[in-house]
């Protein structure tokens, strides 16, 4: 553990801004608020660093594409498949709406809808958030398969919308997959640096959808906090490895564009800067894990485990030579190891967004219910996440200690110019 340091001038000015400095902010019309500078030479002025957009944990909502695809993965994730229980299409609409607005305004660190002092009705904002920093909160929103068509009905008439790319996976070797955390008409990833931020994002959107959408299945997710990693390395999955190091570059538009963005021609206009994602729930035994010898752990993944380097070299960064042989000509890392199978020729690439979760225990066993919600984006899942995972469901040495739980396909949508709403693209 790091001793704590002092707060010098620099952090000062870096300070997050709370969702109450913000609203005492804005209720003093431009006056700036100083917070404790003094000492350090340095005054913020909240009310300025608002307007010039300085606030360092914001992550826009507004843009081309949504956030929370290629942002920086925050440490905490809550995600939520809905259900919706109206059959109105207008009713569907106003919600999309109604999410939009009230996610801008969550992002931005502010409550949802206006605060009254009306003690006669329930608060608009479930208030668990007061207090926090935006917390770099993204909330990314996704409609699946069934939104479309459900149990051969068009609900929405939006039959002739749906994406010859938005349908169920095939069902792969070794899937046990379960209905209770598989499919979902609409997806809500909210990803912040603080779980209380993402779980209040969603619990306010399930509200503001009551009487048209409920619950299907939810699950937190986490990896290391940036604070207890401040170099900011690549984070370890449950098993103990570095688990990210060969995702495309998400600061590179290119490879973005290339990988991840829907564009025209890919399939219906309305999907033009969105991005799929697969979501597969995946539980690990790590019990069994813990029992295994360290060279059978970096041959399953075929990387060295605490360097993150491919076998046979030092560095995590390194480049991959899946061919390189050791001195009795046998392949240094392995054909079965979940590298090689993954990678295959290298052309097809999926970005990775994955979030451990850890969930009690499991009452049949006894053993620790953990695992990875695996999260990707991609322009086309048959192309890209299907021959992937054919590959890695055959012959994963990693499917020893692995078993699919849980599966859904999302197509998550455009994003949204400040006046416009989610979806809009869709229902027009
Ligand atoms: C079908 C896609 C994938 C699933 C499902 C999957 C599950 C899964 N992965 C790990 C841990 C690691 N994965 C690593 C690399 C990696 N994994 C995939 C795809 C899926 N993984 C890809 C495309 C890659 C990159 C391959 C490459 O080009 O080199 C690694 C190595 C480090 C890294 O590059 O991130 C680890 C570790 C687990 C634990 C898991 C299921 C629980
Ligand atoms: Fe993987």
Redesign the pocket.
């Known amino acids: 553990m790091k001793e704590n340091t002092p707060n010098d001038e620099t952090s000062l000015f870096t300070k997050k801004v709370s969702r109450r400095n913000m609203l005492k902010t804005a209720g003093v019309g431009g006056v700036g608020v100083v917070i404790g500078a003094s000492g350090f030479g340095g005054l913020l002025n909240l009310s300025d660093s608002k307007a010039n957009g300085q606030t360092n944990d914001v992550v826009p909502f507004y843009g081309t594409n949504q956030a929370g695809i290629t942002t920086e993965a925050q440490d905490n994730l809550y995600f939520a498949a809905l259900e919706v229980t109206t059959d109105n299409k207008s009713d569907l609409i106003q919600l999309f709406k109604d999410w939009t607005e009230a996610a801008a305004q969550m992002t931005a660190g502010k409550l949802v809808g206006e605060a009254s002092l009306n003690t006669s009705m329930p608060p608009k904002d479930t208030g668990e958030a007061k207090e926090l920093s935006p917390s770099n909160l993204t909330i990314t929103f996704g409609v699946g398969p069934t939104l479309f068509t459900k149990n051969g009905k068009d609900r929405f008439g939006l039959k002739s919308k749906k994406p010859a790319e938005l349908k169920d996976l095939p069902k792969f070797p070794l899937d046990a997959l379960e209905d209770s955390w598989s499919g979902g008409d609409i997806c809500i990833q909210a990803c912040a640096d603080d779980l209380q931020v993402a779980f209040h994002a969603v619990r306010n959107l399930v509200r503001i959808g009551r009487g048209k959408t409920i619950i299907h299945w939810a699950q937190t997710g986490f990896q290391r906090t940036k604070q207890a990693d401040s170099q900011k390395t690549?984070p370890r999955?449950?098993?103990g490895?570095?688990?990210?190091?060969?995702?495309p570059d998400k600061k590179n538009s290119s490879e973005m564009n290339e990988h991840v963005w829907v564009k025209a021609g890919d399939g219906p206009d309305w999907l033009v800067g969105g991005s799929y994602m697969?979501v597969?729930r995946?539980q690990?035994y790590i019990e069994v894990w813990d029992r295994t010898i360290l060279k059978e752990q970096e041959n399953t993944?075929?990387?060295h485990r605490d360097s993150?380097a491919p076998l046979g070299m030092k560095n995590e960064f390194d480049k991959?030579d899946l061919e390189a042989k050791d001195k009795n000509g046998n392949r240094i890392i392995p054909e079965d190891s979940?590298?090689s199978l993954?990678?295959g020729d290298?052309k097809a690439?999926?970005l990775?967004r994955?979030y451990s979760y850890a969930d009690g225990m499991d009452p049949k066993t006894g053993s620790l219910n953990a695992?990875?919600l695996?999260i990707?984006y991609q322009r086309n899942p048959s192309k890209q996440?299907v021959p992937?995972?054919e590959r890695?469901a055959k012959n994963d040495k990693?499917n020893e200690y692995?078993i699919?739980r849980g599966s859904a396909v999302f197509a998550c949508l455009p994003g949204v110019k400040k006046g416009g709403y989610i979806g809009e693209s869709l229902f027009r």
Not at 241 to 247: S, W
């Open positions: 690549t999955n449950l098993f490895f570095k688990d990210g190091t060969a995702n697969v597969r995946i690990m993944f075929g990387r993150g991959v979940h590298m993954s990678r290298g690439k999926i990775r994955p695992g990875l695996f990707c996440f992937i995972q890695l990693l692995i699919h």
